[in-house]
């Protein structure tokens, strides 16, 4: 099961342990602090010893939202990423927040080149170097050492100033993570990446469940089902497969849905909200995020055409479709933004995190809270296809419900939902008892899987002594008996043989008689 309530890489959560840390400067070097004075044309900085205020980013009900739906036709799984920004303006960022940012990096390290500081912050160093120009202004940061290639080679320190700024800037928020990315920016991402209209066939729907046996009608009821990107609820007996045929909905998508972007963090409202989850997300870009050779080192030195090399802004994460699985554990309170009061920042809902992906709520009604409350939670996000999170400040914002939701129950739906619910929810899919043609096939499979010669005599026995006396045959029942029946043979130190004997005993111990 996948949650909330685990420690994530430093990379995917951009905190930093209180207290002070880093070196403090060696001095101003004058010879380099005029060269990186003079090295780019005048931006106005050097004019005024007050950076010019910059408006904040527009809100995301402004943002626009190219929104695929069914009847843009087919998806064919290239998602188009998020256009590297070549200018502060482009960022959807202030000033003032890449400014901190840098201050915090250069707290937590002691000093930095500055073409890795703009590394660490995942934004071009011509972004931060209009950063790095405006501290120097104020007197915030001084240059260390560095080469005459450019200022990208050049080594930053804080200052006395600096550092106190810098610890300014940690009260309000520890995050020194990637650049977080603006609301409106990822509610766009978002919808074009959206799971609705994606490309399914039966060819492609029968690889991602080739290691399972079901009923070939089921493909058919699946399939519509994904094409449709909506609500799924599979209902039925326990055992028969609920939870797998769910993860391979999932597996499908992961493998078949091409890959999306995801941000390491992104601004809401003047909080940082962080996103990308090492546990969750599988990413594909690891090799652009290898060590630099020194070859690449002294590029980045000499060149700040970024963007020229970037095919997408590097604040966003490239990954295959998120699964994520909730069972029994999942509360109301895992569905909201969860709130670090030490660190100051904010960690998305597992939802969240699983949009342009699936979310399967396994066991569905035997969670804590009520299924009722639950319910009454998803009727907004299921019919609108979007959430709303509050912040500790009370502020709220809308985000984008852009995922397949899968609910699976073994509890008889009458008790559980009502028709208002039911009629959100487009796709219900009912898994039932095995035929015994099927039960055969799974029962060989089984034998296959754990090297025990098969016997028809097994599955004969298993039928007139339960099955046709009224005990309804489970999916999972070949599984069970023949692990205990491989324990049996273990402990009396025998080979596995499906003998009527040792099924006798194997049923003893795993069927209930009450």
């Keep these: ?86 200018t502060l303006a482009e960022t959807g960022l202030g000033l003032m927040q890449v400014c901190d940012l840098v201050l915090k990096q250069l707290y937590v390290r002691g000093h930095l080149i500055g073409a890795h500081i703009a590394r660490n912050a995942r934004l071009p160093f011509r ?90 009608e089921m493909l058919s009821e699946l399939g519509p089902a994904v094409c449709s990107g909506k609500s799924i609820f599979v209902y039925g007996p326990p055992g028969n ?6 993860k391979g909905l999932g597996r499908f998508l992961n493998t078949n849905g091409g890959e999306i972007y995801v941000p390491y963090a992104i601004d809401a409202e003047g909080s940082v909200i962080t996103v990308f989850d090492p546990t969750i997300h599988q990413p594909t870009d690891d090799d652009l995020l290898a060590p630099e050779s020194a070859a690449d080192r002294a590029a980045a030195l000499t060149d700040t055409s970024e963007r020229d ?118 796709h219900k899919i009912r898994i039932g008892s095995p035929t015994r043609d099927l039960f055969t096939d799974i029962f060989q499979l089984c034998c296959r899987q754990r090297q025990i010669p098969y016997e028809p005599a097994a599955v004969e026995f298993l039928y007139a002594n339960f099955y046709d006396r009224g005990k309804p045959p489970r999916s999972s029942d070949p599984r069970d008996l023949l692990e205990i029946a491989q324990s049996i043979c273990r402990f009396k130190d025998q080979p596995v043989r499906l003998s009527p004997e040792l099924m006798a005993e194997a049923t003893e111990r795993f069927f209930c008689h009450v």
Excluded at 183 to 212: H, I, K, P, W
Excluded at 241 to 246: D, E, L, P, R, Y
Aim: proline letters at 9%.
């Design 309 to 426: 090399r970037l095919d997408w802004d590097r604040r966003w994460r490239r990954v295959r479709r998120p699964v994520v699985i909730t069972g029994g554990e999942l509360t109301l309170d895992m569905l909201d933004l969860r709130y670090n009061r030490d660190s100051n920042f904010y960690t998305a809902p597992l939802h969240i995190k699983a949009n342009s992906g699936v979310f399967l709520i396994d066991d569905f009604g035997r969670q804590i809270v009520s299924p009722r409350d639950l319910l009454n939670r998803w009727i907004l996000p299921l019919e609108e296809r979007m959430d709303f999170m509050t912040l500790a400040t009370g502020k709220k914002f809308t985000v984008p419900f852009e995922q397949l939701i899968i609910f699976s129950t073994n509890l008889d739906p009458r008790e559980l939902v009502d028709e208002a619910f039911l009629r959100r929810i487009r």
């Design 127 to 216: 972004v931060i170097e209009e950063a790095l120009r405006t501290l120097k202004d104020e007197k915030c940061v001084e240059v260390a050492s560095g080469d005459l290639i450019g200022p990208a080679s050049y080594r930053f320190n804080l200052t006395d100033h600096g550092r106190r700024r810098a610890q300014e800037a940690l009260e309000h928020s520890r995050y020194v993570g990637p650049a977080p990315v603006p609301l409106a920016d990822y509610v766009a991402q978002c919808r074009r990446q959206t799971v609705t209209g994606m490309r399914c066939n039966s060819e492609a729907l029968t690889r991602a469940f080739e290691e399972l046996i079901i009923r070939p």
């Design 241 to 246: 497969g609920k939870t797998m045929i769910a």
């Design 1 to 86: 099961m996948l949650d909330d309530n685990r420690s994530t890489s430093p990379e995917s959560s951009g905190a930093i342990p209180p207290g002070p840390s880093g070196g403090s400067g060696s001095g101003v070097l004058e010879l380099f602090a005029d060269l990186f004075a003079s090295k780019r044309p005048a931006t106005g900085l050097e004019a005024t010893a007050e950076p010019p205020k910059q408006e904040s980013p527009p809100a995301a009900a402004s943002a626009p939202s190219p929104n695929r739906s069914a009847s843009d036709g087919p998806f064919d799984g290239v998602v188009t990423p998020p256009a590297a920004p070549s």
